[in-house]
């Protein structure tokens, strides 16, 4: 792959116009490894290093999180687990130590088989691009020339917030099943990733069972009661 090193963002998108369609923008690139289905792109600008401002800030009932920050390093911040703590504990199932040092939020939030956009959807938590601005994390899409710069994920209560991966080999891998369970106002937020069947997110349990297979939907159903039942209101 041909790529460029963007410094900040306003960079990562000139670099990205003069490079023309079909570059990528990418991070840890560790999407592209031989494992996941992802080709390696010809064209890509490279914004591991860019300055997208400081890696945690945590303001405002909310933590704002620079989308380059590697996962590894998330993990290890105290303020992070203080603030929340089923987002460091998941971090920790995020593929092994030596993923995680390249890997970075916002690839895991833009990556469409990755745990972190279905764990994160249920709390309102935004991705923030640098054209297209603010649009929630499970919108946030793949190639679409613009730069993701930071992620916003609103402060659920102590306990209000729970989260369950599924996986073959959990620490090695993207979650067979997914879920994340918010209660705050109004009925429980959900969302489920499946493996294939991709990011479902509502309210309604039905609908989120909707379309897995036997086996599936009942391992679902089960991971579903078990964190309404640990989640608190
Ligand atoms: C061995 C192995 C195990 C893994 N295990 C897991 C796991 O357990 N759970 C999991 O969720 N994932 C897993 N992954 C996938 C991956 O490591 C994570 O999803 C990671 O968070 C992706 O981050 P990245 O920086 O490497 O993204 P990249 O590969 O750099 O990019 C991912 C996607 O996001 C886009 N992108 C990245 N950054 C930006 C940006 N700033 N602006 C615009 N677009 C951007 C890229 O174009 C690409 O489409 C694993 C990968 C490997 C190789």
């Not at 963002?9 to 369609?21: D, E, K, N, S, V």
């Not at 600008?45 to 999180?65: C, H, Q, T």
């Not at 919108?139 to 994920?153: H, N």
């Amino acid at each position: 792959m041909r790529h460029a090193r963007a410094k900040d963002a306003a960079h990562a998108l000139a670099l990205l116009g003069a490079m023309g369609p079909g570059a990528r923008v990418f991070a840890g690139a560790t999407t592209f490894a031989p494992v996941t289905p992802d080709p390696l792109p010809a064209l890509g600008v490279d914004v591991s290093g860019a300055d997208f401002g400081s890696m945690l800030e945590i303001a405002g009932g909310a933590a704002d999180i620079a989308a380059n920050a590697p996962l590894e390093a998330l993990r290890r911040d105290p303020a992070l687990r203080a603030a929340l703590p089923p987002l460091a504990d998941l971090l920790a199932r995020v593929g092994a130590m030596a993923v995680r040092n390249l890997a970075t939020l916002g690839g895991g939030v833009i990556w469409p088989g990755g745990d972190l956009r279905a764990a994160l959807a249920p709390l309102g938590a935004e991705a923030v691009f640098a054209k297209a601005g603010a649009v929630p994390v499970e919108d946030a899409a793949q190639e679409t020339g613009d730069v993701l710069t930071r992620i916003r994920i609103p402060l659920p209560a102590p306990g209000a917030w729970t989260v369950e991966k599924l996986g073959h080999r959990e620490r090695f891998s993207p979650a067979k099943l997914i879920l994340s369970v918010h209660r705050g106002d109004g009925p429980p937020r959900l969302a489920l990733g499946a493996a294939g069947r991709g990011l479902t997110t509502g309210t309604d349990p039905g609908a989120l069972l909707s379309g897995l297979g036997r086996t599936e939907a009942r391992i679902a159903r089960a991971m579903l009661s078990d964190a309404l039942e640990r989640t608190c209101a």
